[in-house]
T-cell receptor
């Protein structure tokens, strides 16, 4: 089966500019996650969607970050305006929801963002 | 919220030796513990996971053990090979509602020297 797709793979922007990332999860996966992975650290969850509804966005800096999953499939994550500390890899992941709960998360290749 | 501590941050072993990475978690409601391997510049990939109703799970050279009382779990890699070199992340997930949030440790850089 096809994996999680993300684009772009790399992005360099200046601080205060805006940027958007796109994710296409594995077909049939109801749950979609956006993670931020700063160099040398583990992924940190920014937002979780179940279909097109937000389940958890407690760690999303809502003053500058926004995300949507309008039709319950693809998702976009936007940063406006970007700060230097936003430099990181942004990972999208998806998982199935089963009767026993959602378990394995499949990650996309990530978007490496550099803010200068 | 959940907090996951992972040790060591770096680990260097000789090819053929064993490697052990340990994690502790804070939320006693956590019930799912996956381990991910991330090679340089690549996506994290699940290598093994364990659920809270099991104390140990093995898959060829990789095993994971879970001690629910002490709230810690460990990854064991035997007969290490150079291709095992990567960053390994542990994670924990609680059982709350529809929130399948994983909390990750900070990672262990494993280097297997030929």
């Amino acid at each position: 089966e096809a994996g999680v797709a993300q684009s772009p793979r790399y992005k360099i922007i200046e601080k205060r500019q805006s940027v958007a990332f796109w994710c296409n999860p594995i077909s049939g996966h109801a749950t979609l996650y956006w993670y931020q992975q700063i160099l040398g650290q583990g992924p940190k969850l920014l937002i979780q969607f179940q279909n097109n509804g937000v389940v958890d966005d407690s760690q999303l800096p809502k003053d500058r970050f926004s995300a949507e999953r309008l039709k319950g499939v693809d998702s976009t994550l936007k940063i406006q305006p970007a700060k230097l500390e936003d430099s990181a890899v942004y990972l999208c992941a998806s998982s199935l929801v089963t009767q026993r709960g959602s378990y394995e998360q499949y990650f996309g290749p990530g978007t490496r963002l550099t803010v200068t | 919220g959940e907090n996951v501590e992972q040790h060591p941050s770096t680990l260097s072993v000789q090819e053929g030796d064993s490697a052990v990475i340990k994690c502790t978690y804070s939320d006693s409601a956590s019930n799912y513990f996956p381990w991910y391997k991330q090679e340089l510049g690549k996506r994290p990939q699940l290598i093994i996971d364990i659920r809270s109703n099991v104390g140990e799970k093995k898959d060829q050279r990789i095993a994971v053990t879970l001690n629910k009382t002490a709230k810690h779990f460990s990854l064991h890699i035997t007969e290490t090979q150079p291709e095992d070199s990567a960053v390994y992340f542990c994670a924990a997930r609680n059982s709350g509602g529809s929130n399948y949030k994983l909390t990750f440790g900070k990672g262990t850089l494993l280097t297997v020297n030929p």
